[in-house]
């Protein structure tokens, strides 16, 4: 199969001719028919994910259809559309048993603890518990599309941050995390204001949902600027980003009570930002982690897609080769791209 392969952490990726995987007892292997580029990516290419062994093949984000299925499972066959959560459980635990796969102690990433979806042909395993079927109306890349961005996004406001009709949430940050999480904060009802540093970006905020936004490059406190557009704060903050001064930002943006959910990875040196604790402690606010969506909940997620009340088609930026996927992925830290970057052509 054609991949995408580095030896060494920050140097530049290859693509070349790789073994073609075969399923393990309890897994199936799927030919990726679309695959999404992502930040998380970027952090392990850098050497940040101590999960990753190298040499390796990275890519979380994807859809395509069971090649080939091992001997112990039993809930799918070849040729059937699928995607996965990029977390995956080993459904021995007691956070799998709990139905809290995507904190599973022996967690399953492809692209991170295996190597992943830069490829034509990717590995999955327990497969019983991990794989999602794809409705029929739904192409591969608006499923590939769904990976990490879109169905984190959705149980971080909907599980995670609780959002109700008329509540203020705040996005920082408007990439592929923050556009979905916008949008589906506006489907529940919920008011939102997105805070990014660039116009075009703030603008497609606006398409997906924001009733408010906050360029972050031409105030001094985007906190305060929330703060004032929300008459007193928002309920729910986002943190989409993942940056130590998007989170103190997030978190200085609530009202009393409020809650922050951190979406975007804290890795490096990056991974213990400040906080205003004092506030924390005197607005009873909370701060909540919120890592994948375990895949029996995607129906929910799915649900709301077959009805329409969620269109993450929309989020879709540039379709790419394999081959311009290196170039995509190094650039990931330039945070330069309109919406999600899929790879469709292999």
């Given at each position: 199969m054609r991949a995408v392969f580095f030896e060494s952490f920050a140097q530049i990726p290859r693509v070349v001719t790789l073994p073609d995987p075969s399923p393990v007892s309890h897994g199936v292997v799927v030919k990726v028919e679309a695959t999404g580029v992502c930040r998380s990516d970027w952090h392990g290419w850098m050497g940040h994910d101590p999960d990753i062994e190298l040499p390796h093949v990275p890519g979380h984000e994807l859809a395509g259809i069971v090649q080939a299925v091992g001997k112990d499972v039993r809930r799918w066959k070849t040729g059937d559309r699928v995607t996965v959560p990029f977390v995956g459980g080993c459904g021995a635990c007691p956070e799998c048993h709990a139905g809290h796969q995507q904190v599973c102690r022996h967690q399953f990433q492809p692209g991170f603890t295996h190597w992943g979806s830069f490829a034509e042909y990717v590995a999955i395993h327990q497969a019983d518990l991990n794989l999602v079927a794809l409705p029929e109306s739904m192409d591969f890349v608006t499923a590939a599309s769904l990976g990490c961005r879109f169905a984190t996004s959705f149980r971080a406001i909907v599980d995670q941050g609780k959002v109700s009709a008329g509540q203020w949430v705040s996005v920082y940050g408007c990439g592929g995390v923050g556009l979905s999480a916008i949008m589906i904060a506006d489907a529940l009802g919920a008011n939102v204001v997105a805070v990014d540093i660039t116009d075009d970006k703030l603008a497609l905020a606006r398409k997906m949902g924001a009733a408010e936004t906050v360029n972050a490059s031409r105030t001094t406190s985007p906190a305060e600027a929330v703060i004032d557009v929300t008459n007193g704060g928002a309920h729910v903050s986002i943190d989409a980003l993942g940056h130590p001064e998007t989170c103190f930002n997030s978190i200085q943006s609530l009202r009393r009570r409020g809650k922050h959910v951190q979406i975007g990875l804290m890795l490096a040196e990056h991974s213990t930002p400040r906080i205003p604790m004092a506030k924390v402690i005197a607005n009873e606010l909370e701060i909540i982690g919120s890592h994948g969506m375990q895949a029996h909940r995607y129906d929910a997620m799915l649900a709301m897609i077959e009805t329409g009340k969620l269109n993450p088609k929309r989020l879709v930026g540039r379709q790419i080769s394999l081959?311009?996927?290196?170039?995509?992925?190094?650039?990931?830290?330039?945070?330069?791209?309109?919406?999600?970057?899929?790879?469709?052509?292999f």
């Open positions: 081959d311009e996927s290196i170039e995509a992925l190094m650039a990931m830290d330039q945070f330069h791209a309109i919406g999600a970057t899929v790879v469709n052509r």
